[in-house]
């Protein structure tokens, strides 16, 4: 059964939505195979119905191959039980992995593939990233920075806010309430810190291990 033709509406989006991948993956173009001399009328133009759906069947076909790809890359190295550690190092769900491996995700998005296929290349020697990742070990260090360092920074916030709040249950001689009315343990900010401070700690330790000190002695 052929599928229901899109409206020019559904293909002006399809069209807005490959532009956005081929951008953020540039050589994505080749592979899809967009002559050269014609990047330009293609990226300020809407080409024909029949070579955008063209254009978007290649992509799809080509997210498939690739999470087969990492996906036969992966098994020989993690487990059930591991993904969640090595979910952490990838900075990808351990569920969304989970499914890549029982082969219920056919067909990953490439922000998924590229940090797979980093973390693969980075412990795999073996392993080549694809020719259109645009990830490479120093902008993904630079991305992690700050998102770990905007972490902690959320964590330094909810102790100032507590250093405060804890003034205020002090004088009023009782702790906050939570949404349904019940009384919140007047250390319950501090407990929430140190939880996640703790698992800020592990992510580092990981990310450290796998992307600093093995690399400082590949060099």
Not at 39 to 50: A, K, N
Not at 153 to 160: P, Y
Not at 169 to 184: C, F, L, P, S, V
């Amino acid at each position: 059964m052929n599928p229901e033709p899109l409206t020019p509406k559904q293909i002006k989006t399809r069209w807005t939505d490959i532009k956005k991948q081929i951008n953020a993956r540039q050589l994505l173009a080749y592979r899809v195979s967009i002559p050269v001399e014609k990047w330009d009328e293609y990226m300020h133009s809407t080409p024909s119905e029949d070579e955008i759906n063209r254009i978007y069947e290649t992509i799809q076909q080509d997210r498939i191959n690739k999470t087969a790809r990492v996906k036969e890359a992966l098994s020989k190295i993690v487990g059930y039980r591991e993904s969640v550690i090595y979910s952490k190092k990838m900075g990808i769900s351990d569920s969304y992995i989970r499914e890549i491996l029982e082969g219920k995700k056919m067909k990953a998005g490439y922000e998924i593939i590229d940090k797979i296929e980093l973390f693969l290349n980075t412990i795999l020697p073996d392993f080549e990233m694809s020719i259109e990742n645009p990830l490479t070990l120093k902008n993904f260090m630079q991305d992690y920075a700050n998102t770990i360092t905007n972490d902690i920074n959320k964590v330094v916030e909810n102790l100032k806010d507590y250093r405060f709040n804890l003034a205020q249950m002090i004088t009023k001689r009782e702790t906050a309430t939570d949404w349904n009315g019940n009384k919140i343990s007047v250390t319950r900010s501090i407990e929430y810190s140190i939880e996640r401070l703790t698992d800020i700690k592990e992510e580092i330790d990981l990310f450290w291990n796998l992307y600093i000190e093995k690399q400082n002695k590949v060099k």
